[in-house]
């Protein structure tokens, strides 16, 4: 009797094992929408959350000198804009002509102090808070009660953002204040903390005055660039899966010093210049052969007076 055939199912071939992603982030990020697009069942994103203080371990070197891991792959960095990415990596030991990094979006500085603070009572009609409203002594500095940074890149902290954390602590007990990106501020929101907007520099009188805000974007090394992050790169540009790089083409070594002006428009930018396109394209349509037409008012106009392009009173002169 011939020996039974072997039960059928999916043979070892056929199984697929995603190709992971290692993305170090730093609080207040949000990658979710960027790995939701990039995620697939052959690629996975795994996330090593860090402090800020540590946001360039996975590109520094090892203590001995050795070369860096390569994990993870990719990571958030994120910088005063009164600084550089440059800066930023060289004063974590790291020789910025080694990484990439592609700048994303600049984040706005907020101001929070406890509902006792005398500044809990600033009037957000007056605009945001000045910097010379706040006493620099009284400044709580987040990095104070951040824990060491990790000497291997993908070891996490217990309690990522400790430091952000314990300032608003402090500060909730009416003590100081603490200036951090808003998204940092939303992350650590507490009831008995308020959370004020704070005057930036491109808003004040004088240069010298506001703060700068921050810039946020990834970076990697060149000697661990791959296909795998390059098409999650493409995922937070918004390119569809399979497209082509040359489709969204964008200068990915470190960005020259100039801060949101190298960095291109902003996300509202963006918006707006979009926005003033849809109108322009309205407008043509609305008023054809009406050069400077804004609207299908003027339209309605040109339909009764033939003769005077852009007048509002063409039914009125059709009367006459």
């Not at 170090?24 to 690629?43: L, N």
């Not at 540009?237 to 990915?252: C, I, L, M, V």
């Not at 470190?254 to 963006?270: E, H, M, T, V």
Request: aromatic residues 4%; glycine residues 12%; charged residues 20%.
């Amino acid at each position: 009797m011939p020996p039974s055939p072997p039960p059928s199912g999916p043979s070892t071939a056929d199984e697929i094992v995603p190709e992971t992603l290692f993305l170090s982030t730093i609080p207040g990020a949000s990658p979710s929408k960027w790995v939701d697009r990039f995620t697939s069942r052959e690629r996975s994103v795994h996330l090593v959350n860090h402090d800020v203080g540590a946001q360039v371990t996975f590109l520094a070197p090892g203590p001995d000198g050795s070369a860096p891991r390569g994990l993870p792959q990719l990571g958030y960095l994120r910088w005063r804009l009164d600084s550089t990415p440059e800066a930023l990596l060289a004063a974590g030991g790291v020789d910025p002509a080694d990484v990439h990094v592609v700048r994303f979006y600049e984040e706005d500085p907020v101001v929070c102090v406890g509902q006792d603070h005398l500044l809990a009572a600033w009037d957000a009609a007056d605009g945001p808070v000045p910097c010379s409203e706040l006493d620099p002594a009284e400044r709580m500095d987040p990095a104070r009660f951040a824990p060491e940074p990790p000497v291997d890149p993908l070891d996490a902290p217990e309690v990522p953002g400790a430091g952000e954390r314990m300032a608003v602590e402090i500060v909730a007990t009416g003590a100081g204040h603490v200036v951090l990106p808003a998204s940092v501020a939303r992350m650590f929101g507490r009831k008995d903390v308020v959370v004020l907007p704070l005057e930036r520099r491109s808003d004040a009188a004088e240069a010298s005055d506001g703060h700068p805000g921050w810039g946020v974007g990834l970076a990697w090394l060149k000697a661990v660039d791959s296909q795998l992050v390059q098409d999650f790169v493409g995922a937070a540009k918004g390119r569809r899966p399979g497209s082509s790089r040359n489709d969204h083409h964008q200068t990915t070594t470190a960005a020259p010093q100039g801060g949101a002006a190298a960095a291109g428009a902003s996300r509202s930018g963006k918006a707006t210049t979009t926005g003033r396109n849809v109108a322009a394209t309205k407008g043509a349509k609305g008023a054809k052969g009406v050069q400077g037409s804004r609207g299908s008012k003027s339209s309605k106009g040109t339909k009764g007076a033939k003769g005077s392009p852009g007048s509002k009173g063409g039914r009125g002169g059709k009367r006459r």
